[in-house]
């Protein structure tokens, strides 16, 4: 049971509400996430401001960053966000089965993804600590050093919806993803 009232975006505290009407129109809902960041206008409005500065500034296609939100995910055991990340990674071009191997570790169908995702498993497991052998592997694998210095945007705002579903304890209202239990 959800710890954060769910509000749509006619109960939401005034201050939440048009961000709130924006993310609804955006995912055709509102999903239950959103909702629950709207209870604390600040809260809705930090996670909207990292996703405004990666859409504006940021370089990587959409495959990459749901790639991404999948390998960050998998590594914090967030079902939520590998459940919706899944559907919006088969949107941006992912079969379903590349998504359950993003999410396990796999990626040798593609070896500089591969070495980018362990970067962003690295970040998220070592609390920030890279091992300079995986940084390596990326920059061998044609990672420029702009791309992995914004890779650590794209991990914390992942860790920030990751690590908001297990505090609020959030509840599914996307299709589970596969392999969750």
Not at 56 to 62: I, L, V
Not at 114 to 120: G, I, N, T
Not at 146 to 160: C, D, G, K, P
Request: net charge negative.
């Amino acid at each position: 049971m959800p710890r954060i009232p769910v509000h749509t975006v006619e109960d939401a505290p005034a201050e939440a509400r048009e961000g709130l009407r924006s993310l609804a129109q955006k995912m055709g809902k509102v999903l239950n996430i959103h909702g629950e960041m709207a209870h604390a206008p600040v809260v809705l409005a930090a996670y909207q401001g990292i996703q405004k500065a990666i859409e504006e500034h940021g370089t990587f296609d959409a495959r990459t960053r749901e790639a991404i939100a999948l390998a960050v995910g998998a590594a914090n055991d967030c079902a939520y966000c590998q459940s919706a990340h899944t559907a919006a990674g088969r949107a941006a071009g992912w079969s379903e089965q590349e998504t359950v191997r993003i999410r396990s570790g796999r990626v040798d169908f593609d070896p500089d993804l591969d070495a980018l995702l362990s970067v962003a498993r690295e970040i998220t497991s070592q609390r920030g600590e890279v091992e300079e052998r995986t940084w390596k592997s990326a920059r061998e694998a044609g990672w420029s050093e702009t791309q992995l210095t914004e890779l650590f945007t794209h991990v914390a705002l992942n860790l920030y919806t990751n690590y908001f579903n297990h505090y609020a304890q959030t509840e599914l209202d996307v299709p589970k993803a596969p392999g969750l239990d």
